[in-house]
């Protein structure tokens, strides 16, 4: 029934036939996460450094109503150009399709587009999380209850450290989804490799992680799970520095009002913002690992299909 909905792009749907790697790709960072070109040029990079891994890489939007999982440059020139694109998550899948709108994936929707089309390794910055003040807010990320339920391994730099990395290490746990340090013991926080809370499990090979979610999907254990990849320490940020912008990037966000699926576009910029642009190039650089070690890991679990 889903097939109508859901275009997928010649080459990915030849590589996910023939069992090749594939690696999803987001599309948010595109349209709400940097400025243009800067945007466009990060995402076609990305893209070439899975093909430089062996994987074929798997951009996902909803163009014009149409579920797209696999963009064309031009595709992606349109997403960093255009302005009025939706930030689309799980509950706004079916109103972007009925209005014939633009919208761009975040974690959770990136997900689910993933898994329809078959692909099972997603490469991301951050996931969301808990929100800080969650306790008088309820402000949880949708990312959180998707990797819940979803059959897709999420590369990522560990949780925004804009979010309550501790909270949001209850809810997975509580969930049941796996927080997995590639080759780290500790939880990285997006812009530094470390935030002070250990990761369930460390792995230090893509074979011996393939090994894994093979087991754990081979077992009906339903879910996803957070492959926490450090950023590499050359790109790292001073956490005083870091800390200090996301203490009051969250004080003028509390003051501006502003809540739910824009706290993170707002609290990025203003992180980017008082760090002079330092917080922009470390969020490439991180972005760029991931994809290296997404490709890295759905070669290894291709070759154990």
């Given at each position: 029934?889903?097939?109508?909905?859901?275009?997928?792009?010649?080459?990915?749907?030849?590589?996910?036939?023939?069992?090749?790697?594939?690696?999803?790709?987001?599309?948010?960072?595109?349209?709400?996460?940097?400025?243009?070109?800067?945007?466009?040029?990060?995402?076609?990079?990305?893209?070439?450094?899975?093909?430089?891994?062996?994987?074929?890489?798997?951009?996902?939007?909803?163009?014009?109503?149409?579920?797209?999982?696999?963009?064309?440059?031009?595709?992606?020139?349109?997403?960093?150009?255009?302005?009025?694109v939706v930030k689309a998550?799980?509950?706004?899948?079916?109103?972007?399709?009925?209005?014939?709108?633009?919208?761009?994936?975040?974690?959770?929707?990136?997900?689910?587009?993933?898994?329809?089309?078959?692909?099972?390794?997603?490469?991301?910055?951050?996931?969301?999380?808990?929100?800080?003040?969650?306790?008088?807010?309820?402000?949880?990320?949708?990312?959180?209850?998707?990797?819940?339920?979803?059959?897709?391994?999420?590369?990522?730099?560990?949780?925004?450290?804009?979010?309550?990395?501790?909270?949001?290490?209850?809810?997975?746990?509580?969930?049941?989804?796996?927080?997995?340090?590639?080759?780290?013991?500790?939880?990285?926080?997006?812009?530094?490799?470390?935030?002070?809370?250990?990761?369930?499990?460390?792995?230090?090979?893509?074979?011996?992680?393939?090994?894994?979610?093979?087991?754990?999907?081979?077992?009906?254990?339903?879910?996803?799970?957070?492959?926490?990849?450090?950023?590499?320490?050359?790109?790292?940020?001073?956490?005083?520095?870091?800390?200090?912008?996301?203490?009051?990037?969250?004080?003028?966000?509390?003051a501006a009002g502003v809540?739910?699926?824009?706290?993170?576009?707002?609290?990025?910029?203003?992180?980017?913002?008082?760090?002079?642009?330092?917080?922009?190039?470390?969020?490439?650089?991180?972005?760029?690992?991931?994809?290296?070690?997404?490709?890295?890991l759905a070669v290894a679990?291709?070759?154990?299909?």
């Amino acid at each position: 029934m889903f097939e109508k909905y859901l275009d997928i792009s010649e080459e990915v749907r030849s590589a996910i036939k023939n069992h090749q790697p594939v690696v999803a790709l987001e599309s948010t960072i595109i349209s709400h996460g940097m400025p243009y070109p800067k945007n466009v040029e990060t995402a076609l990079n990305v893209e070439q450094i899975i093909r430089d891994h062996g994987a074929v890489p798997a951009t996902i939007a909803i163009l014009n109503g149409r579920l797209k999982v696999g963009l064309s440059r031009d595709e992606i020139e349109m997403l960093g150009k255009a302005g009025d694109v939706v930030k689309a998550s799980r509950r706004d899948i079916p109103f972007i399709i009925a209005k014939g709108l633009n919208g761009a994936t975040t974690v959770a929707s990136t997900m689910i587009l993933a898994d329809l089309a078959g692909i099972r390794v997603f490469a991301t910055g951050g996931v969301g999380g808990v929100h800080r003040g969650a306790e008088t807010s309820f402000d949880i990320s949708a990312d959180l209850i998707e990797l819940a339920q979803t059959n897709v391994a999420v590369i990522c730099a560990g949780a925004k450290s804009i979010l309550d990395i501790g909270l949001t290490l209850e809810y997975l746990e509580t969930h049941g989804v796996p927080v997995v340090g590639y080759q780290t013991d500790e939880l990285p926080a997006f812009y530094t490799s470390k935030s002070g809370f250990p990761v369930d499990y460390r792995v230090d090979s893509p074979q011996e992680l393939a090994l894994a979610i093979k087991a754990k999907w081979d077992l009906n254990l339903h879910g996803g799970l957070i492959v926490a990849n450090p950023i590499p320490a050359a790109f790292e940020m001073d956490s005083n520095v870091i800390n200090q912008a996301i203490a009051e990037a969250i004080r003028q966000q509390f003051a501006a009002g502003v809540k739910g699926k824009e706290s993170t576009p707002f609290l990025l910029a203003k992180v980017k913002e008082l760090t002079g642009g330092d917080s922009l190039d470390s969020n490439i650089q991180l972005v760029y690992n991931n994809a290296k070690v997404g490709a890295q890991l759905a070669v290894a679990l291709s070759k154990l299909q």
